[in-house]
């Protein structure tokens, strides 16, 4: 990323956040015109700031084995918590099992506070491959593995990575259901999902967030966030700034030019004004660049930027 925010613009930035929340005033931006908090409680009673950290990319090429450099997926990890970061996503699948196991050498005995999301439900046949599998008794072997990789006693948010298209979902949730009973799952999540499918889960069990692809250029899930909106799910755009091809346009430029930031950092401010329930998991194995996600918290977009953006 070019042209970063500063360190002095970063506090300044931070300066007149904070006068903001202080002040009860309100964020514009979203299609609804609704205010947008720093912070949010998934499921009702989990509260964590709505800028996350996506874990994914701490594994090697083609999300499979052990990163290049453990040490610095290690340093990545605290530096996140560092800077205020309390919701890590990841996936038994990313390694596979490599990004659980990192999260755990580097953080536990974890934060109070800190939230670890991860899913199951897709395996990995070899690097870049993914293969659902929903199977009732492949997901609760998951939920355990997950467990002990993770050093927890409870998920406090576990994701159905994928739905299965050859397993009935209610045969899938099922398990989850029962996982959930027997005190190992708190909260319950679905990945890449319309939402006819998410109102077809909540009959079986409550849902309290979603996982599907989303960024400033690819919106094919709009309708999908105006119904979290609606009912309160938490909506984790996966590829928030695109992924390995990016994001960029004329209005990104403009708009990142006129705060003195990254095409990235604006990316991920307009997601954070397009919904109260929107948290962004933008994910890197650069500490440069996880500061510069962190610092675009801060950045706030004005009506007119926003639109421009939203066109």
């Known amino acids: 990323m070019n042209d970063m925010i500063t360190r002095r613009r970063f506090v300044g930035l931070s300066v007149a956040a904070g006068a903001t929340i202080l002040a009860g005033g ?18 009702g ?15 090697g090429e083609g999300v499979w084995g052990w990163p290049p450099d453990r040490a610095n ?23 596979p099992e490599v990004d659980e196991l990192l999260i755990a050498e580097a953080l536990h005995p ?16 070899g690097p870049g491959q993914w293969v659902p599998n929903g199977h009732p008794d492949y997901l609760k072997g998951c939920v355990d593995k997950s467990l002990k990789r ?36 708190r909260h319950f999540g679905l990945s890449e999902v319309s939402t006819a499918e998410i109102e077809r889960a909540r009959k079986v069990l409550p849902i309290v967030s979603v996982q599907n692809r989303y ?40 708009v990142a030019k006129a705060h003195q930031a990254s095409v990235y950092q604006v990316a991920l401010a307009w997601l954070l004004q397009r919904s109260p329930v929107m948290l962004p998991i933008p994910g890197t194995a650069n500490i440069q660049h996880l500061e510069d996600n962190v ?3 801060k950045l706030k977009l004005t009506p007119e930027e926003w639109k421009s953006l939203a066109a």
């Open 26 to 43: 309100k964020i514009l931006g979203s299609t609804s015109g609704t205010a947008t908090n720093p912070v949010f409680k998934i499921g």
């Open 45 to 59: 009673d989990l509260e964590v700031d709505r800028l996350g950290f996506g874990a994914m990319r701490l594994t």
């Open 73 to 95: 997926a290690v340093k990545v990890l605290k530096r996140a918590v560092e800077l205020g970061v309390n919701l890590i996503d990841t996936a038994d699948a990313y390694g």
């Open 110 to 125: 974890y934060p109070k506070g800190l939230v670890i999301a991860t899913k199951g439900g897709n395996t990995r046949p």
């Open 150 to 185: 993770l050093r927890l006693e409870r998920i406090d948010l576990y994701q159905l990575h994928r739905i299965d298209p050859k397993v009935p979902m209610e045969e899938s949730l099922g398990a989850i259901k029962e996982m959930q009973s027997a005190g190992k799952i």
């Open 215 to 254: 960024n400033v250029e690819d919106r094919k899930w709009d309708k999908v966030i105006d119904y979290c909106e609606k009912e309160n799910l938490a909506f984790l755009p996966w590829y928030p700034v695109g992924g390995g091809r990016g994001v960029k346009s004329a209005a990104l430029d403009a």
């Open 295 to 297: 610092a675009s918290a």
